[in-house]
């Protein structure tokens, strides 16, 4: 038996609706035309994305570390730094600046709930 790797990521997020459009408008993502209940789904590739609100018992203002702490979330993006300029012009948190490495040029963000996400270009 062997693992093949992710096929699946969500996040866990306080408020569903404004996490949701959030993606959409902030990052362009499209939503799935299905979803389980108590989440939204987006149709990205490889692998699909989604919020969703909390599991049971989960408080998102009660956990320490905070949600996402210690998870390197990578999305892929046409331009980061059009995206970046874009994040900043809307008063989104940038936590690292656009930098060429490895990935093209990279730059993270913080999402409304706190993750931090990084933006990459590169192939």
Do not use: K
């Not at 969500?10 to 569903?16: E, G, I, K, N, S």
């Not at 959030?22 to 987006?42: D, N, S, W």
């Not at 900043?88 to 948190?93: F, K, L, M």
């Amino acid at each position: 038996m062997a693992v093949s790797g992710p096929d699946f990521i969500a996040l866990q997020v306080r408020d569903l609706e404004r996490a949701a459009e959030f993606y959409e408008t902030r990052l362009g993502l499209r939503r799935a035309p299905a979803a389980p209940p108590g989440a939204v789904v987006f149709t990205t590739s490889p692998i699909p994305f989604a919020v969703r609100e909390p599991l049971p018992g989960v408080d998102l203002d009660q956990v320490s570390p905070p949600p996402g702490a210690g998870v390197a979330l990578w999305m892929h993006c046409d331009s980061a730094q059009e995206l970046h300029d874009a994040l900043v012009e809307a008063g989104i948190p940038i936590l690292r600046t656009p930098e060429p490495g490895p990935f093209g040029v990279s730059f993270t963000f913080e999402d409304p709930d706190g993750y931090a996400v990084t933006l990459h270009d590169g192939a």
